[in-house]
């Protein structure tokens, strides 16, 4: 069961047998650790894209960042979203009361696809409003000049 680190020469038949090495090869341990450096730097940005919404165009000067914000999301076909989470209109008010009551108190975005009308945003900012929320933003995209 044992094995034997000595060299097995001189009166036991001549022949040489080499020592085990005890070194690690790190040379495949870098070459995946490389691999999944790349994998990782093109897929983080991907894992920030959010729901698709087609933002109106305005002219208006961008907001300073103050953080990450709470956004609510009107879709092109209606569903309403905060932050990544589908939610439906009825539930909007208690869930953004949850939200306030865990300390949140900074303004809150809505993104709303310019192929709601404007009843529809307005009626979610009402909701938002009477979750108790007073400072709230509509997000545009800078017109193209």
């Known amino acids: 069961m044992g ?3 000595h060299s097995a020469g001189g009166a036991r038949g001549g022949r040489m047998r080499a020592k085990p090495m005890a070194e690690i090869n790190v040379t495949p341990l870098v070459d995946v650790m490389l691999v999944l450096l790349i994998v990782f730097m093109v897929a983080a940005p991907l894992l920030t894209v ?4 087609d933002l109106p165009e305005t002219e208006a000067a ?6 990450e914000p709470l956004t609510v999301t009107i879709t ?4 309403i979203f905060i932050q990544e989470t589908e939610v439906e209109i009825d ?3 208690p869930r953004l009361e949850a939200i306030a009551t865990a300390g949140y108190d900074q303004r809150i975005y809505i993104r709303g696809d310019q192929a709601r009308t404007y009843g529809e945003v307005m009626q979610v900012m009402g909701r938002i409003n009477s979750a108790g929320f007073r400072r ?4 545009s995209d800078p017109s193209l000049r």
């Open 76 to 79: 092109g076909e209606g569903k």
């Open 50 to 53: 959010g729901i698709s919404v």
């Open 3 to 5: 094995a034997s680190l």
């Open 62 to 67: 961008p907001i300073p960042d103050q953080g």
């Open 91 to 93: 539930d909007l008010v």
């Open 136 to 139: 709230i933003g509509l997000v």
